[in-house]
């Protein structure tokens, strides 16, 4: 992820990006076109969402643009759903709340520790659902995530949350996928995996119990998961972060 200045009427020719690219720009505009398509104009507040490997042009208004960048990797692409193996069109969206999810995603990311990734994940999520709608989420489907934010150690059982807020467990699923950009159940558990990595850094409590205070089974369930999103089991985060980086 990388925050860009433009200068006013500069031009970045033709060009691509490996993995699914995504712009939001938080100040000026820009015009893209690319090979037989015609020219789109990209403003403050909105996003840009363009699949791996489409070439465009770039060029930018007479105030240049400050825009926030950062490019999908192809699992990640896969989990958002936004972007399957055929080609699709450029996604161009206009969404009062883009803006200051952006702002808050940046912020997020000037801090760079697992923990804070994670987070920075679970709102990248946000904000490319969001791009897809025009409507914030309903007052019920906030309270649902507000309820997991809550309880998020505790094992949440999808139709007593749809029934705790007044909707059917696959209205609920659905709805929460469409403007959260994940399941309810893989929020939770980036919920637990952020405690836990937060516990770990920050406290000696030893790792079986970090693993039940943060929602988990046991040390092995921590461990499964854990490795599989830091790339590294528990006890060996716990010495980076104590140690420093070897």
């Not at 789109?40 to 507040?45: A, K, L, M, P, V």
């Not at 009062?96 to 994670?118: F, I, Y």
């Not at 399941?183 to 850094?201: F, G, N, T, V």
Request: positive net charge; hydrophobic residues 35%; proline residues 7%.
């Amino acid at each position: 992820m990388e925050e860009v200045q433009a200068e006013p009427y500069s031009t970045m020719e033709g060009h691509g990006h490996a993995g699914a690219h995504v712009c939001v720009v938080l100040a000026g505009s820009f015009d893209e076109s690319g090979p037989k398509r015609s020219i789109s104009r990209c403003e403050t507040g909105m996003m840009r969402i363009s699949p791996p490997g489409r070439r465009h042009t770039i060029h930018f208004g007479p105030e240049g643009a400050r825009c926030l960048l950062f490019v999908m990797s192809p699992r990640w692409s896969r989990t958002t759903a936004l972007f399957p193996n055929q080609p699709t069109p450029d996604h161009f969206s206009s969404n009062a709340n883009l803006g200051a999810l952006a702002l808050n995603l940046r912020h997020q990311a000037q801090d760079k520790s697992p923990e804070s990734a994670l987070k920075a994940e679970n709102m990248i999520a946000e904000l490319l659902a969001r791009s897809k709608t025009k409507n914030a989420p309903p007052a019920w489907l906030d309270r649902a995530r507000d309820m997991l934010k809550r309880d998020f150690r505790e094992s949440t059982n999808l139709s007593h949350l749809a029934e705790d807020v007044g909707v059917h467990r696959v209205h609920l699923a659905r709805e929460f996928t469409r403007y959260f950009g994940v399941p309810a159940q893989y929020y939770q558990r980036s919920l637990r995996l952020i405690d836990a990595a937060c516990k770990l850094a920050d406290s000696s409590l030893p790792i079986p119990e970090v693993a039940l205070a943060a929602g988990f089974f046991d040390q092995a369930h921590l461990g499964r998961v854990f490795r599989d999103r830091f790339g590294v089991p528990p006890a060996a985060y716990r010495r980076q972060e104590y140690l420093g980086p070897e």
